[in-house]
């Protein structure tokens, strides 16, 4: 069976591995000798999903995986339980990167719809916030060190970044404008998902 997508855990010594037929498994320990879908633990089964991508954030033992169909849809599990935490919706087309903070309080998702998508961890029910600004593809996502900005990589080889926290964004135009934002500049470049709730710029 293929195998459309992977992920290593170097904590755990654990290979994770997403396969056509919409099954997850976990190899412990891989070898050379070993490492084969067939000698893996199963953790899920989604027919249908035709898995894209799939990563797995350690510190709190999450794995994410994205469907690679319009569908656009992101799966968490909680590995210590085993159980299904959520399923994420939204994007329009494949899943193309999942992303962690290093803090663990931001997932960043991306898809070949254009967007990328920041997801808070400790509210998965509060909408994300959506960067709509690419003009491709987004293929690739990652997060710096920091867990301050979001880098994306896209289709006709443009890299974005973004701050990660709205607070920066807000001072960023603040910084631009030397005033607050207006209502209708909040929507329009913040989020028109997110309370509208400047802070003062300073002098």
């Known amino acids: 069976m293929r195998i459309n997508a992977s992920g290593y855990d170097s904590k755990s010594n654990t290979l994770y591995i997403a396969l056509a037929d919409g099954r997850i498994k976990a190899i412990a320990n891989p070898t050379t000798d070993s490492s084969s879908s067939s000698s893996a633990t199963q953790l899920a089964s989604i027919p249908g999903s035709n898995w894209n991508v799939i990563n797995h954030f350690s510190n709190s033992n999450i794995l994410a995986a994205g469907f690679g169909n ?25 899943i193309t990167g999942i992303a962690f903070t290093p803090d663990g309080k931001y997932m960043a998702t991306a898809s070949y719809d254009g967007t990328v998508r920041l997801w808070n961890m400790e509210d998965l029910n509060t909408l994300p ?33 973004f701050p990660v926290d709205v607070d920066q964004i807000i001072k960023g135009f603040c910084n631009l404008l030397s005033r607050d934002l207006s209502t209708e500049e909040w929507n329009n470049y913040v989020d028109v998902d997110i309370p509208y709730n400047p802070s003062g710029c300073e002098e």
Not at 141 to 152: G, L, P
């Open 70 to 94: 319009s569908q656009g849809a992101v799966y968490l599990w909680n590995l210590e339980t085993g159980e299904e935490l959520n399923v994420l919706r939204g994007h329009t087309a494949s």
């Open 129 to 161: 916030i959506v960067l709509d600004d690419h003009q491709s593809w987004v293929t690739s996502i990652a997060f710096t060190n920091d867990s301050r900005f979001i880098v994306s990589g896209e289709k006709d080889g443009h890299i974005r970044v």
